[in-house]
């Protein structure tokens, strides 16, 4: 099976910075794409930004400039850095991998999303 654990999250003042990890895990062959998806309350999940096996990015209109996305290959891992947060970056992020290959089957792997409360 494959699961992606997140870590980071929580309450952060406006202008305030924040580091989301992910990482996968399993007995998994490739990921050619990870991402970060958020929920706002009362709004459609929305993606914020991916990230391929080469580094390639692309970013929502919202965040660009502000977030910035990597991974770890070796790892395994993605992450999302967040600068200058403001009050509608609050929403619950989820990592996503929509083609995660194992040596038998490519999933659409889920976080099981972490909040982000950008506050004073």
């Known amino acids: 099976q494959v699961q992606l654990v997140e870590s980071g999250g929580g309450l952060v003042q406006p202008g305030g910075s924040l580091r989301l990890s992910c990482a996968a895990s399993?007995?998994?062959?490739?990921?050619?794409?990870m991402g970060w998806y958020r929920q706002a309350p009362g709004k459609q999940r929305e993606l914020v930004a991916t990230i391929t096996s080469g580094g390639s990015t692309k970013y929502a209109d919202s965040v660009k400039g502000r977030f910035t996305i990597s991974r770890d290959n070796a790892k395994n891992t993605v992450y999302l850095q967040m600068n200058s947060l403001k009050p509608e970056d609050t929403a619950v992020y989820y990592c996503n991998a929509p083609r995660v290959a194992t040596l038998t089957e490519v999933l659409d792997a889920w976080g099981q999303g972490t909040l982000v409360t950008v506050s004073s």
């Open positions: 399993g007995t998994i062959f490739s990921i050619y794409v």
